[in-house]
């Protein structure tokens, strides 16, 4: 097999853009996607988990795009001022231990353990050498794809030879990836990517697999986690709450007070009542939300008089935010709650 090519300056800056921007951008965009909806969870921005997701990626996207673009770029630029004669006419021979390139100065024998890195960029085959900067193969120098594919095969298995390794395959997009991506669906996600993960390394041996998997999981914690955290946090739902327990303890005085009529005197406790009455609630909205866990209102009998109010928000009893019962009606008065 023997390629000619003829290089110019514009090929070189078609393939920086391509070459920069391209190079790993699928783990780049996992580990973007992994990063900011953890960061999302752990730094609500906006009480709406999408729009704190949709800012700490822009937040993001720099250092994980941008950064390794420019770092890229210039890496290139630097082997590019290293190469002796980037542009012109050139002849590219493979063997067995290595690649003969013919230029304008003559022959060079390149060993496969002097080359440092090769693959495929866009249009572009490119041969990163440790001594003699970059070589560039346009896909067009080829008389077909296969013949591209072919060439860029004989110098990985070389190369890997010399090393010890086995060549890794290119990557290709498997129809399978399609179905792992369903696991990034929010709850039913979560055991669909545990299933895509195991998957991932007891059967199919494919990181891509394993990290779908691991995001899909990430993407249902995160998700509600974050609806979680906005439910017990969220202004707009502790005053939804609050205004339960206002009213819930505006109809208790109501039912305290027909159960003196009943009984002649006031209950000791709410639990009196609610042996009286099923359908009495006595337990608090508000902190019974915020502690998963049934709280009674607070109550203490007084003599023919009582108290009766709600922690509030902060749960606390006797603190400003206090719950009280608010009974417009005139004959109020008359009743035996202590008025705050």
Known sequence: MEITTEITELDHNDFYRSYSIKRRWRRHLLLLLAVDLILSTLIPISTFYLIT??????????????????????????????????????????????????????????????????????????????????????????????????????????????????????????????????????????????????????????????????????????????????????????????????????DLVKSIEFYKIQNGSYPDSLQQIETKNSFVSIYDPLPTFKEKKSIVFQYHRTGNKYLLFSVGKDGKPNTKDDIYPTLTNPGTSKLGFIRK
Not at 133 to 148: A, I
Not at 152 to 160: F, H, P, S, W
Request: aromatic residues 14%; contains cysteine.
């Open 53 to 250: 997701a949709v800012f700490m990626g822009i937040i993001l996207l720099p250092f994980f795009f941008g950064i390794p673009y420019l770092t890229s770029k210039k890496r290139i630029r630097t082997l590019y001022l290293q190469t002796l004669v980037p542009n012109g006419k050139k002849t590219f021979k493979p063997f067995a231990s290595g690649i003969e390139i013919t230029d304008e100065t003559g022959a060079t024998f390149i060993k496969h353990e002097d080359i440092k890195e090769t693959g495929r960029s866009g249009e572009y085959i490119f041969i990163v050498t440790r001594h003699t900067g970059y070589y560039l193969l346009p896909f067009w120098c080829f008389s077909s794809e296969y013949e591209g594919a072919h060439f860029l095969r004989l110098v990985t298995n070389g190369i890997a030879k010399i090393k010890g390794i086995q060549a890794k395959a290119p990557f290709t997009f498997k129809p399978g990836y399609l179905m792992a991506i369903l696991c990034l669906i929010p709850l039913v996600g979560f055991f669909s990517g545990l299933v895509v993960l195991i998957l991932g390394i007891v059967h199919f041996k494919d990181k891509i697999y394993i990290i779908i998997g691991a995001i899909g999981m990430l993407v249902t914690i995160a998700i509600y986690g974050s609806m979680i955290y906005y439910v017990e946090t969220s202004s707009v739902v502790n005053d939804g709450f609050s205004e339960m327990s206002q009213t819930q303890i505006n």
